[in-house]
C-alpha cells in the first residue's frame, strides 16, 4: 500500500486549505484511521476528543452501533436507486419523521438532496421559482445577513456575507441585500424581495455569534407582515445542537423553508432535506412546466436515509433532551471559569452545546495546533477556538477539552 501522506500531498486537494503549506515537507498532516464516541485515532494509535464533531456534523458519537447496523443492513438490502421517478419506503418514513417534529399543515413537504450548500440551494430556487407562478415576479432579489454563511454552491455562495470567502464571486448568483441587523430592514425595498435567510440564533462561520434573544420572532413577524418568505438554514444549528432539536423551536418560529444536513444522519453519511409548506409546493402543480427541475443523482439515498433514521431513533431512545441541559451547564460552567482564569481568552460566546472561545489577536491557529498534542482537534476561524463536541459527550470528556484548551495556553503564554 502507498505511504497514505505521500499520497495525499501528490494527488489530494484539500477544503479551505491553503495547499503550499499542507504540502510542505515540514507539515506532517494527521491521517485519522478510526473513530468512537467522542474520540477519533489517528495512524499512531494516539486518540483525540472530537472537539467540534468533526465539522459540526457527528451527533450521537461516531460509530454508534445502532447507526452503523442501518446502514451496513441498508447496504445489502436496496444500496441505491433513482429519486426520479421512483420512491422507496425509507425517504418516505423519514420525509414523515422529519415534518412530524411541527404542527400539521406548516412545515409539510421535504426536498431532499446532498449536503447543506444544497438543502439552501433548493430553498433560493423554489422561493424564486413560486414565485414567477403566483404572478410575483417581480419578487425576484434575497435579503441575507452580514457575515453569513450559508455554503459554496453558487446560489448558497451568493447569500454568503463572509467577504474573504465570496467577495471574488460576487457577480455570480442571486440579486442579495446584504443587513447587518433588524434595523437595516427599514430601509429595504420589501415589495421585490421573495425570501430572507438566516442561520437561526448564532451564526457559525462568523465566529460563532448569537443573535440577540428574541431576534428571530422579531423577523419572522417582518416577513409575514410582507409576504417575504423565511428561509431557516439549519444546517449547523439543527439536531439538538442548541438545546433543542431545532434552532427556531426556541422561538416558536415556523419558516416558510427549513434546510437540514450535517447532523442529519447522526454524522456518518451526505444526505439533506429542505422542509417546505403546502403553500410553497402548490405554486408548482398544474402543469408540467410549473415542476422543481431541480435534483442530483444521489437524491434520497437509501443507506442515507436508513442512518438518519436511526441517528432520530437515538434521540429517543437515549433521552437525549433528557440529558442535554446537564451537559451545556457543564459545559458552559466550565468555559466560564476557564475564561476566568486565562488572560489569553478575551471572550466567550455560546448557544447551547456551542461555544466560540476568542483569544488574543493572532493566538488562534497555534491554539487549535497545540490543543493536538493535548489530545483534541477542533478549527479555529480566525481567533474563534470553536468547541462543539457532540450531544453524547459526557461530563469527564467536558472537562478533558477544556484542560486540553488550558494546557496549551498556559504553554503560549
Ligand atoms: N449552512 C451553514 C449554516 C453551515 O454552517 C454550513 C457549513 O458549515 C453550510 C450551510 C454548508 O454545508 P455543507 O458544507 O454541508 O455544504
Known sequence: MPDPVTADKAHCWHPFTPQDAWCDPKHDPLMIVRAEGVWLFDSDGKRYLDGNSSIWTNIHGHCRPEIAEAIAKQAATLDHSSYLGLGHPLASELAEKLVSYFPEKTLERVFFSDNGSTAVE??????????????????TRFIAF?????????????????????????????????????????SVDPSTVTAVVIEPLIQGVNQMRPWPEGMLAELRQWTEKHGIHLIL?????????????????????????????KGLTGGTLPLAATLTTGAVYDAFLGSPENAFYYGHSYTANPIGCA????SLGIFEADQVFGRLPSKIDHLQSALRRLWAEDPNITDIRLCGLVAGIEYREGLGLGIVESARSHGLITRNILDTVVLMPPLSIIPEEIDFAINALRQTSIGIQ
Open 122 to 139: 433548493v430553498a433560493l430556487k423554489m422561493s424564486f421559482q413560486s414565485r414567477m407562478q403566483t404572478g410575483q415576479g417581480d419578487r
Open 146 to 186: 452580514d457575515n453569513a454563511y450559508h455554503g459554496d454552491t453558487l446560489g448558497a455562495a451568493s447569500l454568503g456575507g463572509v467577504n474573504r470567502f465570496f467577495s471574488r464571486f460576487r457577480k455570480l448568483g442571486f440579486e442579495t441585500e446584504f443587513v447587518s441587523s433588524m434595523n437595516d430592514l427599514g
Open 233 to 261: 438554514d439549519e444546517v449547523m444549528t439543527g439536531f439538538g445542537r442548541t438545546g433543542t432539536m431545532f434552532a427556531c423551536q426556541r422561538e416558536n418560529v415556523i419558516p416558510d423553508f427549513l434546510c437540514l444536513a
Open 307 to 310: 442512518a438518519a433514521l436511526a
